[in-house]
């Protein structure tokens, strides 16, 4: 039943967002629901220490240029960790944009014991999964002290809590979408992420600096449905958009026929 937890959690955490009465939790999820802080800027002073063991920031990453797809986890997590993690890089894989050119990643450790040794081996099999060039250039794994690992959490909104029987962290399935400042722009749930779902979240988080065009018309058909936790399609923004087009054909046309009746 332990080995089920982690799924039970991933499927529980939106709904533990939306309600959190300590009443209605079961115990083995008390303190690991989800707050969402949509807006706030993240502590960019944090201190954490990269795969290479290197001393980093979190601003390092939010610099103001590109958007930050940020993960919270721990590396020897048997199960859950590795499901969202595998989901991010299935929905990356079908994307044209690459991490440290149109976006940061960052994946931090909630468990203070993990070193980068083991964060660098982590990295190692998830680049190779992902199969992209050079994303190791945007793609960092961090660990950190407790200290900066639980500031961080607060300020996201993510409970965890360490269950000392199973010698597990008892956490929810989340991704977190940051502007390139450091704003929390937008919630991502679940042990599966569709491409369009990321390049939508992405596309919002940047600001309209990363994607195309069409990216960014398309952001004008989806909204973020807080009840489904995924971009839908936005009924009044294709009306609109459509009443937009519709002009602008018979504009067109009108226009055609205009300078055909003068040539004639």
């Not at 050079?134 to 900066?148: I, K, M, P, Q, V």
């Not at 269950?163 to 937008?186: C, E, W």
């Not at 940047?206 to 971009?231: M, N, Q, W």
Request: proline share 6%; glycine share 10%.
């Amino acid at each position: 039943m332990h080995r089920l937890l982690p799924i039970l959690l991933a499927v529980a955490a939106p709904l533990l967002a939306r309600d959190a009465r300590a009443e209605d939790t079961p115990y083995q999820l008390e303190g690991v629901e989800v707050v969402e802080h949509l807006g706030e800027t993240v502590p960019l002073d944090l201190q954490f220490t990269d795969e290479l063991g290197r001393a980093v920031r979190l601003g390092d990453y939010a610099t103001g240029e590109r958007p930050v797809l940020l993960m919270l986890g721990y590396y020897n997590c048997p199960m859950l960790c590795s499901l969202v993690l595998n989901a991010v890089v299935e929905g990356l894989k079908p994307l044209d944009w690459q991490p440290g050119v149109d976006f940061e990643m960052v994946t931090v450790s909630i468990d203070p014991t993990e070193k980068p040794e083991l964060a660098r081996a982590k990295k190692a099999n998830y680049l190779e999964a992902l199969g992209k060039p050079n994303a190791g250039d945007g793609w960092h794994f961090l660990t950190g002290e407790h200290a900066s690992i639980k500031r961080l959490a607060e300020a996201v909104g993510f409970g965890y809590r360490y269950d000392p029987r199973q010698m597990q962290y008892a956490h929810g399935a989340v991704v977190f979408l940051l502007s390139p400042q450091g704003k929390i722009t937008r919630y991502l749930y679940g042990i599966e992420f569709e491409p369009k779902q990321l390049r939508l979240g992405l596309t919002e988080a940047g600001e309209g600096k990363v994607g195309t065009a069409i990216d960014r018309f398309l952001l004008r058909c989806f909204h973020y449905d807080p009840d489904s936790r995924k971009y839908g399609v936005y009924v009044w923004g294709v009306m609109r958009t459509g009443g937009v087009l519709t002009v602008l054909l018979l504009g067109g046309l009108l226009l055609y026929f205009w300078r055909r009746e003068r040539r004639a």
